[in-house]
């Protein structure tokens, strides 16, 4: 048996022994998944709020799901173009982080693991550590294209990806892709150039985001990783890594992944408001400019959190 077939058969082993770790670590996850229905006054203030909201300068498109906890442990739900397809920029991280950590348990490690690369990776959205998170858990560090079998290499790098669907929460999203520049290069070169060109950029939508951020703040991923996860995205509302904030009164407890690049400007963000009341937002928006510096002013956003906190239902209704 020479090298290359080698390779796939450890592959195809990797592979099926990754599915089968998901499935045990997954055994008791059903019972945790929290119920979301659809809600028609926090469809109707999440409508009026983008209506008001648009245009914002030269920010025209903004598609959003906002989730709101209710009084019986369910979670109330209104979007806008909640399916609709975007570069997620670094929001993708958030996919990252869970999956790293599902990879250190089913290791039998603890949850904090790779804590050298997540941790920076989510409080200040380091690229070049994401490069490493996605080459420890997926075991495809990338290497030039004619040096393997792709469809091997590849097959490895849906880690995350097999995750999320195991949970019903892939829903047509693209979680592959390193976010550049990384610790392989500067832009998508050898296997990870190739995987571009064959598969596409990362993709999420408002609603499949928001389900992210629930299941990982309802412990549906377990509470270690809710435990450990929870306190990296943590931040003052008002910051450099953070979009929406501003929008949001004083005393809010604000945990969040934003991500911008290109012309994207998002955010999803878990919040729980001074008077207790919880909310999920989900923001994916063309509000940065991608003529502009990078420097730019990227707080558009907390335009549309505050006409949308002044309209959703109030506390225990």
């Known amino acids: 048996m020479d090298w290359r077939m080698c390779a796939k058969a450890s592959a195809l082993a990797a592979a099926l022994a990754g599915l089968a770790a998901i499935a045990c670590a997954d055994g008791s996850a059903a019972a945790r998944v929290a119920e979301v229905r659809d ?6 203030a999440v409508e009026e709020a983008h209506r008001r909201f648009l245009p914002a300068g030269r920010l025209d498109r903004l598609d959003v799901t906002v989730l709101m906890a209710a009084p019986d442990g369910s979670w109330r ?13 670094s929001c993708v ?22 804590d050298a690369h997540v941790a920076p990776m989510l ?43 195991r ?18 290069g500067e832009e998508p070169a050898g296997l990870e150039g190739l995987a571009r060109e064959r598969h596409g950029r990362n993709l999420m939508h408002a ?15 377990g509470e270690a990783s809710a435990a450990y996860l929870r306190p990296l995205l943590r931040r003052p509302p008002v910051s450099w890594y953070s979009f929406m904030g501003g929008g949001f009164p ?24 001074p008077d207790g009341r919880r909310l999920i937002v989900s ?35």
Request: proline fraction near 5%; charged fraction near 25%; include cysteine.
């Open 39 to 44: 809600d028609p006054r926090l469809q109707a």
């Open 123 to 165: 409080q200040a959205s380091d690229n070049v550590q994401t490069g490493f998170v996605v080459d420890a858990i997926t075991g495809a560090p990338n290497g030039p294209a004619e040096s393997a079998d792709f469809e091997s290499w590849f097959a490895r790098r849906l880690y995350t990806e097999r995750l999320l669907d």
């Open 283 to 317: 923001a994916f928006s063309n509000g940065r400019d991608p003529d502009g510096p990078d420097d730019q002013d990227l707080t558009a956003l907390a335009g549309f959190a505050r006409l949308l906190i002044e309209r959703l239902p109030v506390a225990g209704d």
């Open 250 to 273: 004083e005393g809010t407890v604000y945990e969040s992944k934003a991500g911008d690049a290109y012309d994207t400007l998002a955010e999803i963000v878990h919040a729980e408001l």
């Open 77 to 89: 739900r209104g979007s806008v173009g909640g399916r609709t397809p975007w570069y997620p920029a």
């Open 93 to 114: 991280k958030l996919g990252f982080a869970i999956a790293a950590v599902h990879w250190c348990e089913a290791g039998g490690r603890a949850a904090d693991c790779l």
């Open 207 to 221: 609603d499949g985001g928001a389900n992210l951020m629930l299941a990982l703040v309802s412990g549906r991923f």
């Open 167 to 184: 949970h019903g929460l892939l829903d047509g999203q693209r979680f592959i892709n390193k976010t550049y520049p990384t610790n392989s």
